[in-house]
């Protein structure tokens, strides 16, 4: 399975941003798929994940209300709409995902994930 995530750039604070995360080699119909990030000096954090069977969304408190993920089962590509952003939003963007079946604690985790993409720069200046 590749990954490919794409969309990041520079934004200014309020702005948004949609970034996409392409699977190709298999289909996003089970499992989950998560966005994390990173920022320089920091470590890498949990942002949003969609999971297929039950279906659900899980997010970030500091995201949440701001970004929202969802699914494009056609394009298998998932999304990540990203609203009002702000300066401390401003990382290095990876999607992850595992045709695996977790319960839902486990969404925040890095090592639930077995593929990974590259990372996406997202900048919001202030």
């Known amino acids: 399975v590749q990954l490919q995530a794409s969309g990041g750039g520079l934004v200014q604070a309020g702005g948004s941003l949609r970034l996409s995360c392409a699977a190709s080699?298999?289909?996003?119909?089970?499992?989950?798929v998560g966005w994390f990030r990173q920022a320089p000096g920091k470590e890498r954090e949990f942002v949003a994940a969609?999971?297929?069977?039950?279906?659900?969304?899980h997010y970030a408190d500091s995201v949440k209300g701001r970004f929202t993920i969802s699914r494009d089962n056609a394009k298998n590509t998932v999304y990540l709409q990203m609203n009002s952003l702000k300066p401390e939003d401003t990382a290095v963007y990876s999607c992850?995902?595992?045709?695996?079946?977790?319960?839902?604690?486990?969404?925040?985790?890095?090592?639930?994930?077995?593929?990974w993409g590259q990372g996406t720069l997202v900048t919001v200046s202030s």
């Open positions: 080699g298999r289909t996003f119909d089970r499992g989950t």
């Open positions: 992850a995902a595992t045709p695996r079946r977790f319960n839902s604690g486990s969404v925040y985790y890095p090592n639930t994930y077995d593929y």
């Open positions: 969609i999971r297929w069977s039950p279906s659900s969304t």
